[in-house]
Every structure is written in C-alpha cells, then in structure tokens.
C-alpha cells in the first residue's frame, strides 16, 4: 500500500488529501514519519490559534531530533 500512495504522490504531489492521508497510514504503521508529517500538514494551516502552532513547532523540532 505504502507503494500506492507514493506512486500518486509522485504524479501529483500538490495533492494536499493525499499527503494526508499517507500521513496518517504510516502513523497507524508506527513509522515516525508519518507523526513528523502529520506535525507538518498542521502546520501548514495558518488560521491555528498562535499556541497551538508553537505547540506545533515544538512537537516537529522534537520528532526531527529523534529520528
């Protein structure tokens, strides 16, 4: 499966669902990427309240020095 996603994300990786969604298959895997990416995702949502997105920031910092 994991295969599949990055195949379409190949041919479309402005596909913001689709990111999404391979995201949350690898955190389900208990592949570390795939909460790094979710952290990312989130990120990219400017309209966050401020605290949330420091929290944010500081949860992709730790993910990043752990793997």
């Not at 190949?10 to 208990?30: F, H, I, K, S, V």
């Not at 990416?37 to 401020?50: C, F, G, H, I």
Request: hydrophobic share 40%; charged share 35%.
């Amino acid at each position: 499966m994991r295969e599949a996603f990055e195949a379409a994300l190949r041919d479309n990786p402005d596909d913001l669902a689709g990111w999404c969604a391979y995201a949350d298959y690898l955190a389900e895997q208990g592949d570390p990427r795939g909460a790094f990416m979710q952290t990312q995702l989130a990120l990219e949502d400017e309209s966050r309240p401020r605290a949330e997105r420091d929290a944010l920031k500081k949860r992709e910092a730790e993910l990043l020095a752990a793997h």
